[in-house]
């Protein structure tokens, strides 16, 4: 189910109003992993640079200190390049416009990326189907 926002909207000849925006029921919830995926990571890493800084070389020691955080971090390296790679090629196969902001995102990582990604699409997808007049 979708729920439709109408502002000032024209009337159609059948006397119904144009929507919009059209949410679909995905949308909160990607919203709600982008909000988790910035908060969760940032919590980790603000602290840390607060303490040392930009010490580069101490936060690739420190991530590949044992095995378990650098197969964490191999995760989140590879995750990213499948993220950056489905974001440009999803995007530009839609032509969605601000496509390129979720690159950006992967600063924080793909925890972020991905979601808000998703979520303008969501969205582009929405728009798109009221364009084309389905409901």
Not at 51 to 77: E, K, M, N, R, T
Not at 128 to 135: D, F, I, M, S
Request: net charge positive; aromatic share 6%; proline share 8%.
């Amino acid at each position: 189910m979708h729920r439709i926002h109408a502002t000032n909207a024209p009337v159609s000849p059948t006397g119904r109003r144009a929507q919009a925006h059209t949410e679909s029921p995905m949308q909160p919830i990607y919203l709600r992993l982008c909000l988790a995926g910035a908060a969760l990571p940032l919590s980790q890493f603000v602290p840390w640079l607060a303490a040392h800084g930009l010490h580069l070389p101490l936060l690739l020691q420190q991530a590949s200190a044992s095995h378990i955080a650098a197969f964490a971090w191999a995760d989140v390296l590879v995750s990213g390049i499948a993220v950056a790679v489905f974001v440009v090629v999803e995007g530009r196969r839609l032509a969605m416009p601000r496509w390129w902001l979720p690159l950006c995102c992967l600063a924080v990582g793909p925890s972020l990326a991905l979601p808000l990604f998703l979520l303008l699409r969501e969205r582009h997808l929405g728009a798109g189907k009221l364009r084309a007049g389905v409901e």
